[in-house]
T-cell receptor
Framework: GESVGLHLPTLSVQEGDNSIINCAYS??????FIWYKQESGKGPQFIID?????DKRQGQRVTVLLNKTVKHLSLQIAATQPGDSAVYFC???????????FGTGTRLKVLA | NAGVTQTPKFQVLKTGQSMTLQCAQD?????MYWYRQDPGMGLRLIYY???????DKGEVPNGYNVSRLNKREFSLRLESAAPSQTSVYFC????????????FGEGSRLTVL
């Protein structure tokens, strides 16, 4: 399949374990943050988002944590499954603008 | 990604040739974007269109032109392709409120020889 990032940091986890993927964002004015999943040869797929007035948001098996003090975002995936293998990246934006800043991504490998 | 259709999915060009990447949506979103994705780099914005009839430059517009003739379609044109334009191109839609997630197409892989 196609590779979207040849030299990405890689996180390898055992199937069934929890995964934590981190992202440092750049703009202190950013007030909306998104996590995307990108499988090989496909377009980015929305996973979960969070606004700056929150510090935690939960979805199905995923949790996003936001620490505005240190401009840090994390994605936690519970009970990681083989289908979770992909590249994950964060995005940030400021309300009212059309500018999104994307991270370079982390490759998640799930070991059987 | 079903609401965003990109064509072609693959294309090989020779240096100096021209081509147009097409993006069509059926999600009735106002804003549309063109990004390029290169290994080791985050998605970079080429052009965007806040609404029908308007377009604006993004981070890396040089060598590209765009056209937003109607709400559904946003095309990206390379007038004289260069090897540096070898990349995967993604069309995306902005949410109705303009503060929300982007919805991406499946991508168009372009190789310029």
């Amino acid at each position: 399949g196609e590779s979207v990032g040849l030299h990405l940091p890689t996180l390898s986890v055992q199937e069934g374990d929890n995964s934590i993927i981190n992202c440092a964002y750049s703009n202190s004015a950013s007030d909306y943050f998104i996590w995307y999943k990108q499988e090989s040869g496909k377009g980015p797929q929305f996973i979960i988002d969070i606004r700056s007035n929150m510090d935690k948001r939960q979805g199905q098996r995923v949790t996003v944590l936001l620490n505005k003090t240190v401009k840090h975002l994390s994605l936690q995936i519970a009970a990681t499954q083989p289908g979770d293998s992909a590249v994950y990246f964060c995005a940030e934006t400021t309300s009212g603008t059309y500018k999104y800043i994307f991270g370079t991504g982390t490759r998640l490998k799930v070991l059987a | 990604n079903a609401g965003v259709t990109q064509t072609p999915k693959f294309q090989v060009l020779k240096t100096g040739q021209s081509m147009t990447l097409q993006c069509a949506q059926d999600m009735n979103h106002n804003s549309m974007y063109w990004y390029r994705q290169d290994p080791g780099m985050g998605l970079r914005l080429i052009y965007y269109s806040a609404s029908e009839g308007t377009t604006d430059k993004g981070e890396v517009p040089n060598g590209y032109n765009v056209s937003r003739l109607n709400k559904r379609e946003f095309s990206l044109r390379l007038e004289s392709a260069a090897p540096s334009q070898t990349s995967v191109y993604f069309c995306a839609l902005g949410s109705a409120t303009n503060t929300g997630e982007l919805f991406f197409g499946e991508g168009s892989r372009l190789t310029v020889l």
